[in-house]
């Protein structure tokens, strides 16, 4: 059974430029979730998909959006790069839509934007 | 708005002692509490998770607990190992129209020393 899988792992982008980051959901895991990790900070919320649909989000602008795929895996695009959108981006999956359902972490892709 | 705090911020022990990590949370409507461990460069694994009638939940030597009326909970470490040196997450999610909407905290980091 593999784990979640994001790439790439690093990536630098020039602020303006756009960004899709790749994630694959552990087999079997419906739910998808995005994290963005400031260094030094806890994760915050981006969105959450659960079979295909988006139905949760943080307190990130329309620039950041996402898609998930049938086969469960997702993309997260980002507009438009600032500077402060450099950060570590977490996919994670989880089996089911649940309150009991844990989250399974891909180890992220780290975003440089100069 | 919904917060998470975590103390102490950083924690170096030595190996073998006991040690108590603290969260507190202002998080509404209150849906559950999860603890994770984060290794540098890796994405979080998840400890515990625990729902409001939930006051205790142990994970081998990992020992959550919860008081939902002063909204605080603890991750008590018994027997500490060379291993458990990483960042521990405390996790608080709200439900708001049907989404599990979750707050991280900044995370406490914990040091252990032979």
């Known amino acids: 059974e593999t784990g979640v899988t994001q790439s790439p792992t690093h990536l630098i982008k020039t602020r303006g430029q756009q960004v899709t980051l790749r994630c694959s959901s552990q087999?079997?895991?419906?739910?998808v979730s995005w994290y963005q990790q400031a260094l030094g900070q806890g994760p915050q919320f981006i969105f959450q998909?659960?079979?295909?649909?988006?139905?949760g989000r943080g307190n990130f602008p329309p620039r950041f959006s996402g898609l998930q795929f049938p086969n469960y895996s997702s993309e997260l695009n980002v507009n438009a790069l600032e500077l402060d959108d450099s950060a570590l981006y977490l996919c994670?999956?989880?089996?089911?839509?649940?309150?009991?359902?844990?989250?399974?972490f891909g180890n992220g892709t780290r975003l440089t934007v100069t | 708005k919904n917060q998470v705090e975590q103390s102490p911020q950083s924690l170096i022990i030595l190996e073998g002692k006991n040690c108590t990590l603290q969260?507190?949370?202002?998080?509404?409507?209150?849906?559950?509490l999860r603890w994770y461990k984060q290794d540098t460069g890796r994405g979080p694994v998840s400890l515990t998770i625990?729902?409001?009638?939930?006051n205790t939940k142990s994970n081998g030597r990992y020992t959550a607990t919860l008081d939902a009326d002063t909204k605080q909970s603890s991750l008590h470490i018994t027997a500490s190992q060379l291993s458990d040196s990483a960042s521990y997450i405390c996790?608080?999610?709200?439900?708001?129209?049907?989404?599990?909407?979750?707050?991280f905290g900044r995370g406490t980091s914990l040091i252990v020393h032979p």
């Open positions: 625990m729902t409001f009638s939930e």
């Open positions: 994670a999956s989880s089996l089911e839509y649940g309150v009991r359902s844990p989250l399974h």
């Open positions: 969260c507190n949370y202002t998080v509404s409507p209150f849906s559950n």
């Open positions: 998909y659960y079979r295909e649909e988006e139905n």
């Open positions: 996790v608080v999610s709200a439900i708001t129209g049907g989404s599990y909407i979750p707050t």
């Open positions: 087999s079997g895991h419906n739910t």
